[in-house]
């Protein structure tokens, strides 16, 4: 396993090892913010494809910020998957995320959405997918997955892309976006992302631990992206700072300072209004 891991994936691909493994030491802690078995069970199977992960500077607080991002992502899903309606869920740029079992209410139609050396991965260390958990193998952007969802048309949708946009450009984003506007309006969007000024400063960062992917675009204001097509409306937007959370503590003086306060965020949106 360890060789399939660390040989098949490098770029953006990549990247999906430095979540899994901040989930799984977030699971060793007694203090835990959110319980992944499923990554610290895959951590101990690959540990050696994390060799260059470990060499990554990353700060308790930026460990913190990537789970509270992934607990606020399960959260905003939950309570989507609450409503009576059986819905459909699209994890965009899916990784190695185990979101479908730590969400599932039994009824969602759930697809895991990746470039192909991530979905084979995916196949061989969780084996098959059980009736309502289906995989795709390719690229967000050629929206030719699209056609998969034909047969849910109907159902509440949600669309979930976490540490997926950041790494391509703008136009890229918004041509997504106005896709998915179209050819499903109703559908909810949910997605994270950082400021430009966050943007600049990750990339050198990065650029220090040697990984190849970079950062390509920053949102400054939530509301932004309302003017990318008509019908895109804001729902909500979440930062770590937002509510006190012990861990971060000492960071809560940047409350007040948006730079910081707001350098990271997660957005919620309405793609238009459903065809009745």
Known sequence: MTEIASQSLDGVAETLLVTLYIRALETQRPDALLNDQKALDLVRRMESAFDRIK???????????????????DNLTRDFLSRPAEAA???????????FERVDNGRVEWYDLDLPEVIELRRKLFGSPGPRSHLLAGSAFDVSWFAALTQH????????AEGVFQYFAEAQVKSLVVALREHFPGAELIFDAFSPFIVRANNLRMALSKMSARYHWGLSRGRDVEGWTPGVRLLSEWFPLSLPEPRLAKFQWARNIPLIAKAMGVYHYRLGDAVS
Not at 56 to 68: A, K, T, W
Not at 89 to 99: A, E, K, N, Q, T
Not at 153 to 160: A, D, V
């Open 153 to 160: 048309r109907g159902r509440p949708l949600l669309l979930i």
């Open 89 to 99: 869920v699209v994890h965009i740029g899916c990784g190695l995320d185990s979101r």
């Open 55 to 73: 060499g990554i500077r990353m700060d308790e607080e930026d460990r913190v910020g990537v789970i509270l991002r992934n607990r606020e992502i």
